[in-house]
């Protein structure tokens, strides 16, 4: 198995975010990734990550993730499926930061109506629905 399998096994193991074993397992496969020549191969693996853990910030570990998705190239349309079927904190906080960046659309999605239909889906957590329903208003008053 090479070095990208190993990474990615790595990340898909965690099971847990409260412990500080699985933090600092999760910390030095990001740092292995991150300096890897090739760290968009675990683009998939990075939003496994949040997906299992939608109500958990991984004690700051999660920061780590969204800035270093945010640094790969590409990642935008694999962000818009996490948003789809997981929305949680730190991957409407990546749409939000689009947003924010003056970007309105990817791959034909509009940023501002999938936070709208987050909002209004009834089945997503209260806290993805009032964090995409503010996302949302923000970026319609600044569009006004």
Known sequence: MNTAH?????????????????????????????????PEIGIDALFRVLERFPDSDGFGVFWSILHGLEALPNYETRLIQSVQQQPMEFNLIMINRLLN????????????????????????????????????????????
Not at 6 to 16: Q, R, T
Not at 114 to 138: M, S, V, Y
């Open 101 to 144: 960046a003056g970007v309105d659309e990817i791959n034909g999605v509009n940023l501002v109506a999938l936070l709208d239909t987050i909002a209004h889906t009834p089945i997503h957590r209260q806290r993805a629905r009032e964090l995409a329903r503010n996302f949302a208003e923000r970026h319609r008053t600044d569009e006004g």
């Open 6 to 38: 190993h990474i990615i096994a790595a990340i898909d193991s965690i099971a847990s975010v409260d412990q500080p074993d699985s933090l600092q397992k999760i910390q030095q496969a990001l740092d292995t990734l991150f300096t890897s020549p090739h």
